[in-house]
């Protein structure tokens, strides 16, 4: 089944391969420059000595610099990454042998079709899980300065730095092999695969847009002098920590009340949206294994 599998889904494992050396290739030139500038402007001194409070200014140019403009290059393809290649390497799978009608061949053989489907998911979704772990250890290493200035938690889908990236992955994977089960046709499961993989997406940036779960944290600030330089966009932010992402600021009285994302959460939202797209991806497989058990033609 190695073989066989191997064989059938090479050219995928090629282009998964590609996609990832372009992604290293952008992510270790940009990165390299980045960490050179990181160095050069004096941040890692002003972030040891007061936290980022004495080099708003620095700080402010160089997220300019890198987080809204050259990192956007990679960050927007790999939004669409996860549901493009998951419908490539997963409609074909059983949705290629039913189009075809080498099923008859495939199925009729010493190997049980449960267990042939078993071995191919399993080899599949090993590589990718592979790849999706490789893209996050990458990306992981490209953000780090960036990570050190920002936030993490900035709305719409979370960088690819957890789990999110390889669990929407499988999410994909998992509703187009379950579509070229149901439709039999490559075309149309990876079509209705990739919008049935939108709408998990879709809860994802409400989960980190209008719609946040867990609720933000709230902070009360005293200001006797008014505190005129609190915005939004302060560097560091009015919650005194650079990770923390900021929601809302209202004065009432003389305090602020600020409502936020802390830094420390990002763990957690990686959990429960990771958690989605995993309990979407294991429930299409099961439903997708259990079909073909039953069915006999």
Known sequence: M???TWRQHRAQAIACLIVFCALAVFAITVGTWMRSTFASDGLPA???RSGGAGCPAVITSFVNQFSRGVSMIINVPLIAIPGLLGI???APLLGGELERGTWRLAWTQTVPRTRWLAAKLGLVTGGLIVFGAAVTALMTWFHAPLDRVTSRLQP????????????????AFGLAVLAGLLLRNVIGAMVAAYIAWEIPTAVVVLMTGPIHLPPPATMRIACRAGCPGARLSSVPPVTGHLGDFVLTITRRGGDLVVTYLPASRFWTLQLIQGGLFLVIAAAALGTAIWLLRKRTT
Do not use: K, R
């Open 2 to 4: 190695i073989w066989v």
């Open 46 to 48: 002003c972030l040891a």
């Open 88 to 90: 490539v390497v997963g």
């Open 156 to 171: 719409g889908l979370s960088t690819p730095e957890g789990l999110t990236f390889t669990a929407s992955l499988l999410c």
